[in-house]
Structures are given as C-alpha cells and as structure tokens.
C-alpha cells in the first residue's frame, strides 16, 4: 500500500499542521485508488470539531463535513481515501485512540508538530480486523492537485 501526495499538498498539510499548534488539525484526502496505490487528487481542510479544550490530543471531523467530502468527491469524478491530522509535540504515529477510531482500507496520514514546526510525515493504514495499524509509503510527486479551501 501507497499514498501519492503532491509537493504543494505536503506543504499544505504541514502549514495547515503549524497554524493550528498547539491544538490537532484534520483534512478529508480526495482522489483515486488502484491496486492498493492510492492517488491525492485533493486536500480539503476540516475545521477541528471536538471540544475546544480537548483539541491539543483529539480531532473531530463531523458527520456533516463527512457528507460535504463526500459530495465534493462524487461531483469531481474522485472519491474520499483518507485523512489527515496532526500530533502536535508528538511522533507521527497512529496512536490507540487513532486506532479506535479509524476504518480499514483509508490512509491516514499523520504529521509530527514539535515547538510550532512541522516535522515527519508518515501515513498508515488500519488492518481489516482493526488491530493494528501498518505503515504506507508516502510518496511526494509533482503533478497538478488542488487544496479546496481553507478551514
């Protein structure tokens, strides 16, 4: 398994990551898939709904957003692939609650946040009987990919 993200979007999701420290920040990843290798058409940027106070740890992308993403995929000829968030003062590495909470088949792709910079970025996926994650290559590629908006 594979992720082909942009260098714009690499940088896209690393500002998104730095602006919102100290708090997590998350995206829905739009494009394509095909034997196992998936293709980021599109970021789009999610305002972090979970209780202010809990946001430094947690995110929330809400059932609205979900059905926006979505919408947004079908009308593009895409579909939704993953998300992104950020660990801020944290490694880059899907944590139990992350685990918890995710679906099989998705890439998630988490960046690591330490004193306001964005460092590693790695992504993973969630095994079919969800208990564990597996880490996928991230490869950054120049072609033409859009951000939809900013949160």
């Known amino acids: 398994m594979s992720v082909e993200i942009t260098p714009e979007q690499d940088q896209a999701i690393r500002q998104h990551s730095e602006t919102g420290f100290p708090n997590e920040i998350c995206g829905v990843l739009l494009g394509r898939e095909q034997d196992g290798h998936k293709t980021v058409a599109e970021l789009l940027p999610i305002v972090n709904q979970f209780e202010s106070d809990e946001q430094y740890h947690r995110f929330l992308i809400t059932p609205t957003d979900m059905l926006r993403a979505e919408r947004l995929a079908r009308s593009q000829g895409v579909s939704v692939v993953g998300f992104y968030h950020s660990h801020p003062e944290a490694e880059a590495i899907a944590s139990a609650y992350d685990r918890d909470h995710a679906w099989p088949w998705y890439s ?4 690591s946040v ?3 910079a964005a460092h590693e970025l790695r992504s993973w996926t969630l095994r079919d009987d969800r208990s564990a994650f597996d880490e996928e290559r991230v490869t950054v590629v ?3 990919s859009s951000v939809v908006s900013e949160p």
């Open 108 to 111: 998630y792709i988490i960046v």
């Open 114 to 116: 330490k004193a306001r």
């Open 142 to 144: 120049s072609r033409q």
